[in-house]
């Protein structure tokens, strides 16, 4: 039990982090400062809140490269309403947001399920789509920091117990969601569509039906941090969040999250977007160019594909040796 807990992707993934946390601060110590720390984990959230979304759709052996693109449509969408209707509530920008990304989510899913088109040519399509309704809709223009309300723009920044509603909302999200995977049975029809499609369907699971809720909740999530992202850093554009979804990809698999699908937990996810997140922080801190961190994270996405292919090989080798051991 003790070797297991030790060997998790989870319980190395923390060691790795404690590990970098501990480098960085023998130059920098204010690195770890606990006020730095929380603005990392806020700077963090939403590459969280989209890694939980994409964790689900990988579980179902499928993945989706447009949430990136869902969340710019949506946070150009409710720029444009803000600009509109300034007085509006903030909880009725907040539903705008969630139910567009969720529509933006379910349009995804239908082709999957309905059509059985391949979840990469889906998303590449649909990705490709949504940036190009954002040019339509805004006429390639930008909407600034000026003509959004404050009200608009101070949600995601209003501090409750000392940490901002951005982390709040993520923290929320990984409890959420936890439940809803551990707990439920559409948490279990992820893992048993993308573990054992065949089997799922043999057991009563609709697999391209749990498929489309992976790609609606995917979207949902999207939607939100659309409106989040856009209130947080008080600008909207075309290109918002472009490439963000390769950083997405990446949390997911250094979490652990397998691309065959089945393998994969929240706390998996959390953790490897924490893994990314605090190495983007400082890498200004270190004199290391962003430009390096595209680079970055597609070598992390290869060398953690790479360790999870080599773990299911040493399970397959130990299944082997068992049937061998019972014959």
């Known amino acids: 039990m003790l070797k297991r807990l030790i060997t998790t992707r989870e319980t190395l993934l923390v060691g790795a982090i404690i590990l970098l946390l501990v480098l960085i601060s023998s130059r920098f110590p204010a690195f770890i400062a606990p006020s730095n720390l929380a603005n990392v984990f806020n700077d963090t959230s939403p590459l969280i809140l989209l890694a939980i979304g994409q964790m689900i759709v ?20 409710v720029s444009m309403v803000n600009i509109a209707a300034p007085d509006l509530p903030i909880i009725f920008t907040l539903a705008l947001a969630i139910g567009l990304g969720t529509l933006l989510g379910m349009f ?13 040519v889906v998303t590449l399509g649909t990705m490709t789509i949504f ?13 600034n920091s000026h003509e959004m309300s404050p009200a608009f723009k101070a949600f995601p920044r209003m501090e409750l117990l000392g940490l901002p509603v951005l982390s709040w909302i993520a923290i929320l999200a990984v409890i959420a969601f936890t439940i809803l995977m551990t707990r439920t049975t559409l948490g ?3 893992y048993a569509a993308g573990g054992n499609p065949h089997a799922a369907t043999y057991a009563g699971i609709n697999v391209g039906k749990t ?24 600008v ?8 963000f979804e390769l950083d997405v990809v990446a949390a997911c698999v250094i979490g652990g999250v397998s691309i065959m699908g089945g393998i994969g937990t929240v706390a998996g996810a959390l953790l490897g977007a924490l893994f990314l997140g605090i190495i983007k922080n400082a890498l200004p801190v270190v004199d290391i160019s962003p430009f390096w961190q595209l680079a970055i994270s597609g070598g992390a996405i290869i060398i953690a594909v790479a360790l999870n292919a080599q773990a299911n090989r040493e399970k397959g ?11």
């Open 58 to 77: 990988i579980l179902t052996k499928c993945i989706d490269l447009s949430v990136a693109a869902n969340l710019a449509l949506t946070g150009m969408v």
């Open 108 to 120: 995804n899913g239908i082709l999957v399920w309905k059509l059985q088109i391949p979840p990469i």
């Open 131 to 143: 940036r190009g309704l954002i040019f339509l809709i805004s006429d390639g223009k930008w909407v």
């Open 188 to 190: 279990r029809a992820f």
């Open 211 to 234: 498929q489309f809720w992976a790609f609606t909740i995917s979207g949902a999530l999207a939607g939100l941090t659309g409106y989040l992202w856009v209130s947080r850093f008080a």
């Open 236 to 243: 909207s554009y075309v290109d918002i969040a472009g490439g």
């Open 317 to 327: 080798r130990i299944i082997l040796k068992r049937a061998e051991h019972i014959s």
